[in-house]
């Protein structure tokens, strides 16, 4: 709406810059011979490894005293969201471990931030944003496009639907799905994967989020009967797999809520 830059980056071996606050040990690697008169050596070790339970906390952490040293503030309502504003200028940072979207009105405020970043950890600019977590974006004069196309032919073919009919609704309205089912389904693993991806395809597809409510209620033990409603919401997709959300640039400022009458 105001036109913003929108920039990606990736951090190089982002949890390799993490600082320990605690003592953490390790067992030798292999092929490490260790020093003669230690019964059982270990390694002491002074920075963050990959495998550490805590090692994205630390990352983050000092990621965020990074930003902070730069006079960005943290939001308290996101912690993963970073701002800094001046009269005229405009620069956030969202922040998903080790990949950043950088966005403001100020490119080269944009650009400042990217070298303070680089010398600091060693980043990888992606250019503006295309991709993200399985979304895609496509962006025009008149707005921004967020699909997920891939994402949702990927679960389509794990599924082994991509030759199977087309449906025009997410789910059949006449059934009800019920936990006393009969028969059930021989893979509840597979089933519980398949919606949670579908939960996930919900932040570009609210067409599918009350059919995906219901069956997401089956989780722990579903039926041959819950994993046909399953199957009729990815068919459901294959119709249309590139269905995508937009927002205008044209649009204005105002806050809509919606609810229902009782």
């Not at 550490?52 to 730069?70: G, I, P, V, Y």
């Not at 010398?119 to 025009?140: C, D, H, P």
């Not at 089956?218 to 294959?238: C, D, E, G, T």
Request: aromatic content about 12%; overall charge positive; hydrophobic content about 35%.
């Amino acid at each position: 709406m105001r036109n913003w830059h929108v920039h990606q980056l990736d951090v190089n071996n982002a949890f390799l810059h993490g600082d320990l606050q605690e003592e953490v040990y390790m067992t030798l690697p292999k092929g490490c011979t260790p020093p003669t008169g230690f019964k059982h050596p270990v390694c002491k070790l002074k920075k963050s490894l990959y495998g550490l339970k805590l090692a994205s906390r630390q990352w983050f952490s000092k990621l965020t005293d990074k930003l902070l040293h730069l006079k960005f503030i943290q939001s308290k309502t996101g912690h993963s969201l970073f701002y800094k504003a001046t009269e005229s200028t405009y620069t956030c940072i969202l922040i998903y471990v080790d990949d950043l979207l950088l966005g403001g009105n100020d490119l080269q405020e944009i650009q400042l931030l990217k070298q303070e970043l680089h010398t600091a950890f060693s980043i990888k600019y992606l250019g503006s944003l295309r991709f993200f977590l399985g979304i895609e974006v496509a962006r025009n004069n008149k707005g921004i496009h967020l699909s997920q196309r891939k994402y949702t032919l990927e679960i389509i073919e794990e599924s082994q639907l991509l030759d199977s009919k087309k449906v025009s609704t997410p789910m059949d309205y006449k059934t009800h799905l019920s936990s006393e089912c009969e028969t059930p389904y021989p893979d509840p693993e597979f089933y519980r994967t398949l919606v949670g991806k579908l939960i996930y395809l919900t932040t570009t597809r609210p067409d599918i989020s009350y059919a995906t409510q219901q069956v997401s209620h089956f989780m722990s033990n579903p039926s041959i009967q819950h994993f046909k409603a399953v199957q009729r919401i990815l068919r459901y997709l294959k119709s249309a797999p590139a269905t995508s959300l937009f927002f205008p640039a044209s649009a204005e400022f105002h806050l809509k809520a919606y609810t229902d009458s009782d």
